[in-house]
């Protein structure tokens, strides 16, 4: 065979041994594409489920919440909606061919209101029964720590309400409070609200407020989840303000401990269980009104001012959860119960809502 015919066959043999090797790589690569596209719809169809089942635990919330506002006129922790057996009970109806829904609801106004720290719509000065319920929460957290915060309570006190002042940002209060000439300091810089708080994040950006006070730390909870920033209503002047009222019914212990006078705060646990108190599987004690924390043994002297308690709520939080083996899907929802002056049906109008 000629020498050049054989080198004309080597260099065919090689040409094809690249095609071959070219063609084996660009499919590895479409098979690895494949594969890739196949997975990420697998996991979209899978958030998608897992979304949809969060949002319908949180229906599931809302049709508890209005069937209770049809029944009676109070909230309290002795009712359905707050009862996780009854939760679930009613979650069993909406069964799924996979995964779990797990739904808790909770009462906002059993929360203090951080933007009735000031009066509002003036927001000039301090709302005095607030700042004593302020102090007296602040006491209590700053307490529990074992190391002392780089804070103390007269320090979140001002500047809180240096943070919600309106118009006012020459002057800060006392000699611990803060205005937008602290806060452009830092980095990253920002100014001073001089206004609401719209979302519960605000309060972190607040001088004084520190992470371990904000989040918790040490085993020692947070503020975060004794707070709350709705609770806007129309007062008599037919102007929006925030009442501030909390609702002593379904309070946490520390929000009640925050009502009474220091001497008393003792009793805050004595009144969360006179809540639950029960004969069997029924309820022993009556609370849905504001009285009947002078029931508890030892409180019948208390005397805490109309214008802070309430027994009844129109805020809620609701939080659903969607789980499978290997994801979880969480929407948060902030509800206010109303009544619809057209049809005259209670709704529940969405706030704010977030999933993750």
């Known amino acids: 065979m000629p020498r050049c015919m054989a080198n004309q066959r080597g260099v065919a043999i090689l040409v094809a041994l690249g095609v071959i090797a070219v063609l084996f790589t660009a499919g590895l690569e479409l098979n690895r594409r494949i594969r890739a596209s196949v997975s990420s719809a697998i996991r979209a169809r899978e958030q998608l489920v897992l979304s949809e089942m969060a949002r319908s635990g949180a229906e599931v919330a809302k049709m508890m919440l209005i069937t209770d506002r049809k029944e009676n006129n109070t909230d309290t922790v002795q009712e359905d909606w707050a009862n996780p057996e009854k939760v679930s009970e009613m979650l069993e109806l909406i069964p799924f061919d996979t995964g779990a829904l797990d739904v808790t609801i909770a009462d906002e106004r059993g929360k203090i209101q951080v933007n009735a720290l000031v009066k509002f719509p003036e927001g000039r000065e301090f709302n005095p029964t607030q700042r004593l319920l302020w102090e007296r929460l602040l006491e209590q957290v700053f307490a529990m720590f074992e190391e002392t915060?780089?804070?103390?309570?007269?320090?979140?006190?001002?500047?809180?309400?240096?943070?919600?002042?309106?118009?006012?940002?020459?002057?800060?209060?006392?000699?611990?409070?803060?205005?937008?000439?602290?806060?452009?300091?830092?980095?990253?810089?920002?100014?001073?609200?001089?206004?609401?708080?719209?979302?519960?994040?605000?309060?972190?950006?607040?001088?004084g407020v520190t992470p371990e006070l904000f989040y918790g730390a040490g085993g020692v909870g947070g503020i975060e989840s004794l707070l709350t920033v709705h609770g806007l209503s129309k007062n008599?002047?037919?102007?929006?303000?925030?009442?501030?009222?909390?609702?002593?019914?379904?309070?946490?212990?520390?929000?009640?401990?925050?009502?009474?006078?220091?001497?008393?705060?003792?009793?805050?646990?004595?009144?969360?269980?006179?809540?639950?108190?029960?004969?069997?599987?029924?309820?022993?004690?009556?609370?849905?009104?504001?009285?009947?924390?002078?029931?508890?043994?030892?409180?019948?002297?208390?005397?805490?001012?109309?214008?802070?308690?309430?027994?009844?709520?129109?805020?809620?939080?609701?939080?659903?959860?969607?789980?499978?083996?290997?994801?979880?899907?969480?929407?948060?929802?902030?509800?206010?119960?109303?009544?619809?002056?057209?049809?005259?049906?209670?709704?529940?109008?969405?706030?704010?809502?977030?999933?993750?």
């Open 149 to 207: 915060l780089d804070s103390d309570p007269n320090m979140v006190i001002n500047s809180m309400k240096d943070w919600l002042d309106q118009g006012d940002d020459d002057a800060i209060t006392g000699l611990s409070g803060a205005e937008s000439d602290y806060y452009e300091q830092l980095d990253p810089p920002y100014s001073c609200k001089n206004g609401p708080f719209d979302h519960l994040g605000e309060i972190a950006l607040v001088q």
């Open 236 to 356: 008599e002047a037919n102007k929006f303000t925030y009442d501030g009222k909390i609702n002593i019914s379904t309070a946490d212990a520390l929000v009640l401990s925050s009502l009474l006078p220091s001497e008393s705060s003792e009793l805050a646990e004595a009144l969360v269980e006179y809540r639950v108190a029960k004969n069997d599987e029924t309820y022993i004690n009556q609370i849905n009104n504001t009285t009947w924390l002078k029931n508890v043994p030892g409180a019948a002297g208390l005397d805490i001012g109309d214008d802070l308690v309430t027994a009844a709520s129109d805020l809620f939080r609701i939080v659903s959860t969607a789980k499978t083996d290997a994801r979880t899907c969480t929407l948060t929802t902030v509800v206010q119960r109303e009544k619809e002056q057209e049809t005259g049906r209670w709704t529940c109008k969405t706030l704010i809502w977030q999933i993750e």
